[in-house]
């Protein structure tokens, strides 16, 4: 069943009750995944900054800064979808540094990242304890993944048709790259590595929130069968 939120504040804020009503011992691990481009990032800000104005500690972390040093990203060449979904991201380290101390039985000593993306370097940040009832709102592409999916406490997976995600990248880049890279890029593997993992993964299956982003300011919020994490979110109407 799909409900249309009245406002994208008020798909925040539902969130951020979703956030709320989950009932840990350790921080609450808010996936927030998607397709490039599909706005899970801002969709993340957002979530965090309305944590925080209500009162929450908020550990706020992307994908982005758990790849693997460009060196070891594209053994099978940089277009390669198979190698955008498989060789990019160190999912060891992502669990190892961060979600498994935030989890059941962890110390709570985490690092936010491994690597820097302008530097193309590994990291080897200070180790921080995050207090029991911290949040960790963490986006990124491919979350849902089996490799990760155990780790989350809330699933949020932000939906936007590929097709609509190439225009948005074109705008989003336009000062660094040129139509055509950015189309080649997308085309060549951004889009075939998310439709290998739809095939494989199926991540919707796996989401508690499904958002419908094609419009980011009436974005459509879908609850999926695996449990109903929105508090009164039929309040919302249709």
Request: net charge negative.
């Amino acid at each position: 069943m799909t409900w249309f939120s009245n406002s994208r504040d008020e798909l925040i804020g539902r969130l951020a009750e979703a956030v709320g009503s989950v009932t840990v011992a350790h921080p609450t691990r808010v996936a927030v995944d998607g397709p490039p481009a599909a706005g899970k990032t801002t969709l993340a800000d957002e979530l965090a900054v309305v944590l925080r104005d209500r009162g929450r500690d908020v550990i706020r972390a992307t994908i982005d800064d758990f790849l693997f040093p460009r060196a070891q990203r594209y053994p099978r060449g940089e277009y390669s979808a198979e190698g955008c979904y498989y060789d990019t991201h160190d999912n060891e380290a992502l669990n190892r540094f961060l979600l498994d101390p935030l989890g059941p039985g962890g110390d709570r000593r985490f690092q936010r990242a491994v690597y820097d993306s302008t530097a193309d370097a590994v990291l080897s940040p200070p180790v921080t304890t995050a207090p029991a009832d911290a949040v960790l709102v963490f986006d990124g592409v491919f979350l849902l993944r089996p490799e990760l999916i155990d780790r989350w406490d809330l699933r949020v997976f932000v939906s936007t048709a590929l097709e609509r995600t190439v225009d948005r990248a074109v705008i989003r880049e336009r000062q660094v790259s040129t139509r055509a890279d950015v189309e080649r890029r997308w085309r060549e593997r951004y889009i075939p590595s998310q439709q290998l993992y739809f095939a494989t993964a199926r991540p919707t299956r796996h989401a508690d929130v499904v958002v419908h982003n094609d419009d980011p300011e009436r974005p459509v919020w879908e609850i999926a069968r695996r449990g109903d994490p929105l508090p009164e979110a039929r309040a919302a109407g249709e």
